[in-house]
C-alpha cells in the first residue's frame, strides 16, 4: 500500500493580544505565528477497507478525541473517498504546551492523506476544513510563518528573521478552555498594526494569568529570563527564548535544571511540511 512520512512542526506565538469576544464564545486575537523546524513525525499508509486507525494510542485522549482522527474522518466525509488509513503519530511535542502539536498533527493528517488519497482539494479548501476543527490548523495547512487576526484564521504570510529558539516545557499541562473562560483574562487590548509589532514588539495576554495559576511556567520563565527575553507561546505551558545561533541557545539548555527540558529549534518561514508534500 503507499505510504507516507511527514513532519508536524511546532509553532510559536511570538506575541498574542486577545482583543475581544464575540457573541459565540470565541475570542478575537491578534498573533505571529513563527514555525519551527522540529516537530511531531507522522506516518500514513492508505487502506482500501475505509477504516481509520491511529496508533499508538493515547492514555488520557480517545481515538475518536484526537485531531488527528478528525481531520482524517472530516477528510473522508468531504470528499466521499472510500480509501482509509493506518496512522503512526510519534509524538514529540508536550500536550497543553501552546506549540501547536495537536493542531501541527491534524494539518499534517489532512495534506498527507489529501495527497495519499488523491482527493485533489487545494489548499485553502484543507485549511477550511481544519478551521471547522481547531482555530490554530489553518496556519499548519497553508504552511507560512504568518500575521493572524479574527479567531486565528485570518492569515497574512510574513517573512521573519530565521532565529533559533531555546524552548522549555514544563511540565504541567494548560487548558486553553479553562484560560479563554477565566475571569481575570485580559480581554481589551487594542488593536496593533504589522510595523507597530515589528518596531515595538508586544506581549502575550495569557502570560501573566498562566504563571500565576501554574508555578511551573512561573518557574522556567524565571529562569530563561535570566539568559534572555522569555516569554510563553499561546495558552502555555512552553515558553521560549531567541537567540542568534544554535550553539547560543544549546549552550544555555545545557545549563537547565534536570527539571527543566526543553529543545532547540530554528525559527523557519516556509513550514517542512511544505516543503515535502507540496
Known sequence: MPTLHLPAPAKLNLFLHITGQRGDGYHTLQTLFQLLDFGDELSF????DGIIRLSPSFEDLADKDNLVVKAARLLQATSKTTYGASIRLDKRLPMGGGIGGGSSDAATTLVGLNQLWNTNLGTDALADLGAQL???????????TAWAEG??????AIEMPELWYLVLTPACHVSTANIFSHKDLTRDTSDITVAAFLEQGGCNDC??????LYPAVDEALKWLGRFGRA???GTGACV???????????AILAKAP?????FVAKGVNCSPLHNLAL
Open 151 to 156: 479567531i486565528g484564521e485570518i492569515l497574512q
Open 45 to 48: 499508509e492508505r487502506r482500501e
Open 207 to 212: 502570560q501573566p494569568l498562566v504563571r500565576k
Open 258 to 262: 534536570a527539571h527543566l527540558q526543553g
Open 231 to 233: 516569554q510563553m507561546t
Open 240 to 250: 521560549f527564548a531567541p537567540f542568534e545561533s544554535a550553539a547560543e541557545a544549546n
Open 134 to 144: 481547531g482555530a490554530d490548523i489553518p496556519v499548519f495547512v497553508k504552511g507560512q
